[in-house]
């Protein structure tokens, strides 16, 4: 991408309502643009890095044996009263008519919808396992939209329905996808605790949320110091093993949200493995057996013939919180450090003097090789001062940055510069070409 011909809408100024950093930066570096409370557009950058987090949730959704579906933002209020969750869910739910005056809402969550796609196709126990996913907008009334993307209004959700036919299957698909959640963390660079949690209005007795720490969390959370260096499970787990040792090896530490926070049990930690934080909600999953499927006559037929309630559990995460979330875990005074995976773009090319031949010969070259290796650069092709261009640069945060100028090409080198480390190495073109692709 030639940022001359990019929607880029930098600005210099830190917008004045964003009282935190990530929403700061996300303004900054003209990621979203607020269209009105809680509501955003996403603008070409910010679209980018969304799009990279959502293939990683979709990637470790797959992998753990979910399958991709898209349901409608729009459903009908009567699937909710079959639940009696339309009364029940309060102001947050948008409520709307169409022209027949049929009640309609615009969904929170998708539990009462993919029921009902359930119950209309699956009749046997034999078509069981099954863990169902999309990725879609939800809309929920927040009474305090606020820190931009976090807590918005309308937001994008990853959400997955596991359906089983008994209380034990169903706790090993909750394992799954506890451990496919730390995966998906894990490849975004964050570091994602899983907590013990309240059900709330999903309703459940098993319910943990994973949560990363940020001074800027909205929520007050506690856990022992051991969970943070435990490494996640890996890409290459089996998810048709046993996986009840991995989610013990998390869960036997402490680790709580302030609402289910036991103060006795974790004084009784030795002081340095306290840890007592602020921490961002980044998924949550919810095991509640038939709390849908009995209201709902969702059905199976067991291997003795009788017709059971389907045992389910729903599995959430806030795609477009997580981009906020992953500005908040990685940024410095100079602007965003996207880690690797996430970032809008892997590399982004300097040149130092616009209009120079061998400059933009040189620029155009690279360009050019890295969009032949399949990778996407940016080229701060504009005349502006080279100053600026750096400044723009580190604002934006792509992982590496490569200058070239004058002075350099009379040498044949660039400087290949590690956005995270600050760290600087003059080279020639090929190598950090090569440097970059890994
Ligand atoms: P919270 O406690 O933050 O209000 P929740 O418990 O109501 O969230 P869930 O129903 O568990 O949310 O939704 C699944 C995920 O969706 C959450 O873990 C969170 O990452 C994300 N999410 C929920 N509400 C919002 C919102 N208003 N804006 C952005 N993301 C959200
Ligand atoms: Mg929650």
Redesign the pocket.
Known sequence: MRLSNYFLPVSKEAPADAAIVSHQMMLRTGMIRQNGA?IYSWLPLGYRVLKRIEQIVREEMNRSGAIEMLMPTLQQADLWRESGRYEAYGDEMLRIKDRHDREMLYG??NEELITDVFRAYVKSYKQLPLNLYHQQW?F?D?RR?RFG?????E?L?K?AYSFDLTEEDARKAYRRMFCAYLNAFSRMGLTAIPMR?DT?P?GGDLSH??IILADTG??AVFCDRELLDLPAPGLDLDFSSDLTAIVEQRTKFYAATEEMHDAASFEALPEARRVSARG?????I?YFGTKYSLPMNAVVQGPDGQMVPVQMGSY???V???VGGIIEASHDEHGIVWPDAVAPFPVGIINMRAGDTACDAACAALYDQFAKAGVAAMYDDTDEQAGGKFARMDLIGLPWQIVIGPKGLEKSTVELKRRKTGEKIEMSAEDALRKVLG
Do not use: N
């Open positions: 809680g929170p969550t939800k929920r927040e939209p993307v976090m807590r918005g209004r937001f959700m959400d949690a709330g999903i949320e994973f909205e929520s961002i909600e980044v998924g949550h919810f959430g995460i806030g477009s919180r997580l």
